[in-house]
Nanobody, 123 residues
Framework: QVQLVESGGGLVQAGGSLRLSCAAS????????MGWFRQAPGKEREFVGA???????YYADSVKGRSTISKDNALNTLYLQMNSLKPEDTAVYYC?????????????????WGQGTQVTVSS
C-alpha cells in the first residue's frame, strides 16, 4: 500500500507561484497514474491535473497554461508547479493514486490519497 504525503502549500499573493510535492512511500510511482485534486471550502473536490505512467499529462481548464505536473521517479515524488496564482485557486490540494487506470478526471477512480496541503492565494 502506498503512502502519500503532500507539502509545499502556503500563503501567496495573487500572481505568485508555488510548487507542491507529493512524496510516495511503499510503492514506486513510475508506472502509476497519479493525480492532483483540490477542494475549496463548501465545494466539491475537483480535478486539477494528472500524469499517466507513460508520461501523458492532463489538466483542468481552470489551471491549463498556468500549471505543470511532473514526476521524479528517482525521488518517487510527484509535483505540481502552479504559476500566476489566483484567489480562486485557494483550496486544499491532494495527490492521489489511480491504481486501476480509471478515468483520470473522476476522483472516485483514485484509491489512495494524501492528507492534503493548504494553498491560500491573497488578492
Amino acid at each position: 500500500q502506498v503512502q502519500l504525503v503532500e507539502s509545499g502549500g502556503g500563503l501567496v499573493q495573487a500572481g505568485g507561484s508555488l510548487r507542491l510535492s507529493c512524496a510516495a512511500s511503499g510503492r514506486t510511482l513510475d508506472r502509476r497514474l497519479m493525480g492532483w485534486f483540490r477542494q475549496a471550502p463548501g465545494k466539491e473536490r475537483e480535478f486539477v491535473g494528472a500524469i499517466g505512467w507513460i508520461g501523458m499529462k492532463y489538466y483542468a481548464d481552470s489551471v491549463k497554461g498556468r500549471s505543470t505536473i511532473s514526476k521524479d521517479n528517482a525521488l518517487n515524488t510527484l509535483y505540481l508547479q502552479m504559476n500566476s496564482l489566483k484567489p480562486e485557486d485557494t483550496a486544499v490540494y491532494y495527490c492521489a493514486e489511480n491504481v486501476r487506470n480509471g478515468y483520470y478526471r473522476d476522483s472516485k477512480n483514485y484509491d489512495y490519497w494524501g492528507q492534503g496541503t493548504q494553498v491560500t492565494v491573497s488578492s
